[in-house]
Nanobody
């Protein structure tokens, strides 16, 4: 059974940095597209960033471009979301997801993803 586990959330102050991790069990990311999404209270879940693992191509939401970066560790089969210059509006539950079929490009559409983690809370205080 495939499971994704996010970690690294917590409470930080505006302007701080934080790193989230996403690691799968039961599969490797070698041919997947892996995405980060977030859901703020009272809002719909939204795309944050994604990577096509095999090519390394990435895509970021405009709201995080220049502040958030993904980094991967192939040996650990882990994807990181490095969040800099955090803002209160970045407060949300952050989810990682894996798309296993047709995963040759960094996928924005959440309904294209097959597996989801349980999420990790990121709270940015002003």
């Amino acid at each position: 059974q495939v499971q994704l586990a996010e970690s690294g959330g917590g409470l930080v102050q505006a302007g701080d940095s934080q790193r989230l991790s996403c690691a799968p069990s039961g599969r490797t990311f070698s041919s997947d597209a892996v995405g980060w999404f977030r859901q703020a209270p009272g809002k719909e879940r939204e795309f944050v960033a994604a990577i096509a693992w095999s090519s390394g191509n990435t895509r970021y939401a405009d709201s995080v471009k220049g502040r958030f970066t993904m980094s991967r560790d192939n040996a650990k089969n882990t994807l990181y979301l490095i969040m800099n210059s955090l803002k209160p509006e970045d407060t949300a539950v952050y989810y990682c997801a894996a798309r296993t079929i047709g995963a040759w490009y960094p996928t924005v559409e959440e309904d294209m993803y097959d597996y989801w983690g349980q999420g990790t809370q990121v709270t940015v205080s002003s």
